[in-house]
């Protein structure tokens, strides 16, 4: 079976610093456009970072700066290095798989079950 799996979620003070992994099973992750999206309560989802099957990388304006994705498709896993942490970054935050380049308007092939990230003093 397919599965994305997150890790690295927990508590963190202002400006500290969290990295999230997600590790696949059941599919080749170096051929998919991956994707870290963030839900917080009463908001809708939002892309925070992509990397393409090519290397390419995208974020949102929020996170520039501040958040870097990565992929070791070797070990078959996405990372999400977030930095100068915000408590507006409080988020369930998902990992994402996708072929087709949909990541942009909230489509993917395939979700994991979602880390929490909670920022506070």
């Not at 080749?28 to 839900?39: A, D, P, T």
């Amino acid at each position: 079976q397919v599965q994305l799996v997150e890790s690295g979620g927990g508590l963190a003070q202002p400006g500290g610093s969290l990295r999230l992994s997600c590790a696949a099973s059941g599919i080749r992750l170096s051929i998919y456009n991956m994707g870290w999206y963030r839900q917080a309560p009463g908001k809708q989802r939002e892309l925070v970072a992509r990397i393409t099957s090519g290397h390419i990388t995208n974020y949102a304006d929020s996170a520039k700066g501040r958040f870097t994705i990565s992929r070791d498709n070797a070990q078959n896993t996405v990372s999400l290095q977030m930095n100068s942490l915000k408590p507006e970054d409080t988020a369930v935050y998902y990992c994402s798989a996708d072929r087709f380049s949909r990541l942009r308007i909230g489509i993917a092939d395939y979700w994991g079950q979602g880390t929490q990230v909670t920022v506070s003093s």
